[in-house]
């Protein structure tokens, strides 16, 4: 599809030179079909419950509503959904308890996301016809699309990332004009809104570490000092955000939130991969996803035993290095790519399976997946959107290799750094939604600069 695109890009340029009026009124059209398109399926499928972590957080919400008590509890271990919490409660505030408005909100929240994607495109210099044909990618990534009414930090951080990186490439667009009247506002307001994500869904901690590596080893001299100002906000965002959650007497202590080398335990669940599975077995083994025995091991510490994180963090070492220890190198390297496989070579996101749960397990409707015509065509185009993004990232890599482009340098310190991070972390294929936003801006550099080589040579 790249080669085609180019191509297409290259007869778009001699024919069509989009004004910025003809650019908004077609994407302002496209949007509304598309807002209305994903309320029209979420009615058709019949999605109309809460599922998985979203519905837990609800059922604590009506808890805190009806003045119970919080316990040692799954909120008491995973306060990072407390964000996504108070969101719930002010939407029902404002427009009732159904679950269809959580839906409209985030389906409007999704809606802005794209939008400030596009925008970000324009803040890079990205030609009109280029950005709506980049901005597509997020508009066809159904297994984005289809999450939206799962309404979970996923979609959330997704909001928080495009609104980061909306001021991010307006501070890079005042830096490369040489006007630095509001940088220094813009990267304030980068920081904020990175920091907010961060607390909506703890794996944005990658973008803020990329954002300062970037000011740091991107500027010279004194403007260095600007790297510093989004862990500056990191640390006040989080000590602030710890305060206020402290003052609404939620918990009984304040030990709450369960040890991160959970997660690095668990991302070793399942090793070493053992070599006589048959192929149909060993197809479907996966490393390091979540796993209810896991958890147990962890809450009976930490919910039962009431120990502190201290303690409870040596017996995760101790796993950790006996998991280590019963692994060759080969059978390390096998482990990890089985990591890389489970998060990242599903196009889908477990996106279907969640809105199967979110029609109450209705099989009525889910031949749209199942069947062998229309469920081809759904994940066809899921997993071609999901080689794009990939595709995209190395191709703009090589790209840009010689010629350093600033946000192709910091977007790749994001995206490798989150790669990393992600081989020792639990595996989830929805943790690879983190990467489409920086991606897509990357595709539509790739794509500007082959417009502009064209341009060149005629």
Request: proline fraction near 3%.
């Amino acid at each position: 599809m790249y080669p085609v695109i180019a191509r297409f890009l290259a007869k778009g340029t001699k024919k069509w030179v989009l004004s910025n009026k003809f650019t908004f009124i077609f994407f302002t059209i496209e949007l509304t079909i598309y807002f209305i398109s994903l309320l029209l399926f979420i009615k058709f499928i019949g999605f109309k419950q809460a599922v998985d972590d979203a519905a837990i957080t609800l059922k604590f919400l009506d808890q805190l509503s009806l003045g119970e008590k919080w316990g040692y509890n799954y909120m008491y271990s995973n306060p990072q959904n407390l964000l996504l919490m108070y969101i719930f409660s002010a939407i029902r505030t404002f427009f009732g308890p159904n679950y269809s408005s959580i839906i409209i909100v985030f389906s409007l929240m999704h809606i802005i996301t794209i939008l400030l994607t596009f925008l970000s495109l324009k803040n890079l210099k990205v030609s009109n016809l280029v950005s709506l044909v980049a901005i597509q990618i997020l508009v066809f990534a159904i297994q984005i699309t289809l999450h939206v009414p799962v309404a979970y930090t996923d979609i959330l951080s997704l909001f928080f990332m495009s609104v980061t990186l909306f001021f991010f490439t307006s501070y890079l667009k005042t830096a490369n004009e040489g006007t630095n009247k509001f940088s220094y506002l813009y990267i304030i307001l980068t920081s904020i809104f990175c920091v907010l994500g961060f607390i909506s869904k703890g794996t944005v901690l990658i973008l803020v570490i990329a954002l300062s590596l970037f000011l740091l080893l991107y500027n010279n001299g004194k403007r260095r000092v600007i790297g510093l100002v989004p862990f500056i906000f990191l640390f006040f965002g989080h000590f602030l955000w710890g305060q206020f959650i402290d003052s609404q007497n939620l918990f009984p202590d304040k030990n709450y939130g369960q040890p991160n080398t959970h997660y690095i335990m668990m991302g070793l669940h399942n090793t070493p991969i053992p070599d006589d599975l048959p192929n149909e077995n060993k197809a479907k083994w996966t490393v390091g996803a979540y796993d209810s025995s896991e958890q147990r091991f962890t809450w009976d510490m930490f919910l039962d035993k009431k120990m502190s994180k201290e303690k409870i963090q040596v017996e995760h070492i101790k796993v950790i290095k006996q998991r280590l220890k019963a692994m060759n190198l080969i059978q390390l390297i096998q482990a990890l790519n089985n990591k890389v496989s489970v998060t990242w070579g599903s196009g889908d996101l477990k996106s279907s399976f969640e809105v199967f749960l979110g029609t109450g397990k209705n099989q009525e409707k889910m031949w749209v997946f199942q069947n062998n015509f229309s469920g081809l065509i759904v994940y066809s185009i899921m997993m071609v959107i999901q080689y794009l993004i990939y595709l995209g990232i190395i191709f703009s890599a090589i790209k840009f290799f010689k010629v350093i482009n600033p946000f192709i340098f910091f977007s790749s310190i994001y995206i490798t750094g989150y790669f990393v991070f992600l081989l020792i972390w639990e595996s989830s294929p929805r943790y690879s939604m983190g990467i489409f936003i920086p991606a897509i801006l990357a595709i539509g550099l790739l794509f500007q600069k082959s417009e502009e080589k064209h341009k060149k040579i005629v």
